[in-house]
T-cell receptor, first 115, second 112 residues
Framework: GAVVSQHPSWVICKSGTSVKIECRSLDFQATTMFWYRQFPKQSLMLMATSNEGSKATYEQGVEKDKFLINHASLTLSTLTVTSAHPEDSSFYIC???????????FGPGTRLTVT | DQQVKQNSPSLSVQEGRISILNCDYTNSMFDYFLWYKKYPAEGPTFLISISSIKDKNEDGRFTVFLNKSAKHLSLHIVPSQPGDSAVYFCAARVDAGNMLTFGGGTRLMVKP
């Protein structure tokens, strides 16, 4: 149980375009979803926390107008990278928690390459 | 301000020997700690955890030790296997919440 999927697993987009990444909890209701970014030197950085039906809470230094997060249902959260630039190229990982547990279940990640 | 730190970015160990990965934290409100293993291009997978009421938790080849007074935890892998080669993250949370704070990760390489 507790499976989280992400789509796409890899995306290449041109600079200036927007790209949407989906995060789905497959067998549980995710009341809270988290979005992380992994930088080339390994560190996993929390970008934002989203609770179903409410606005996401962004970590300091993360531009909320650039990284749009929507958590419209208990099984789906989306991260949209708007007006992507090459420096946005990274590995984006989501995780999800259900109401009854404090555990976080991680998705497989999405590799974004902006050319 | 990094609240969770893994000071060794990499560690190389011979197969069959012990791997010890270290993690330090500064926030005394943390009372639940987790270790995750991550392969390239994959999400982290949960390995083992420990509550602050314990000082040791063991699961097969993996043991986590917690020293609350030193704000230090370590993950021991015995015996190390080549398949253990990955990046290991320690993470911490306040028990009443589900938000994790991650360390920077340690890349473990187990040589055959």
């Amino acid at each position: 149980g507790a499976v989280v999927s992400q789509h796409p697993s890899w995306v290449i987009c041109k600079s200036g375009t927007s790209v949407k990444i989906e995060c789905r909890s497959l067998d549980f209701q995710a009341t809270t979803m988290f979005w992380y970014r992994q930088f080339p030197k390994q560190s996993l950085m929390l970008m934002a926390t989203s609770n179903e039906g409410s606005k996401a809470t962004y970590e300091q230094g993360v531009e909320k107008d650039k990284f749009l997060i929507n958590h419209a249902s208990l099984t789906l959260s989306t991260l949209t990278v708007t007006s992507a630039h090459p420096e946005d190229s990274s590995f984006y990982i989501c995780s999800a928690s259900d109401f009854f547990s404090y555990e976080q279940y991680f998705g497989p990640g999405t590799r974004l390459t902006v050319t | 301000d990094q609240q969770v730190k893994q000071n060794s970015p990499s560690l190389s160990v011979q197969e069959g020997r012990i791997s010890i990965l270290n993690c330090d934290y500064t926030n005394s409100m943390f009372d639940y700690f987790l270790w995750y293993k991550k392969y390239p291009a994959e999400g982290p997978t949960f390995l083992i955890s420990i509550s602050s009421i314990k000082d040791k938790n063991e699961d097969g080849r993996f043991t986590v030790f917690l020293n609350k007074s030193a704000k230090h935890l370590s993950l021991h892998i015995v015996p190390s296997q080549p398949g253990d080669s990955a990046v290991y993250f320690c993470a911490a949370r306040v028990d009443a919440g589900n938000m994790l704070t991650f360390g920077g990760g340690t890349r473990l390489m187990v040589k055959p």
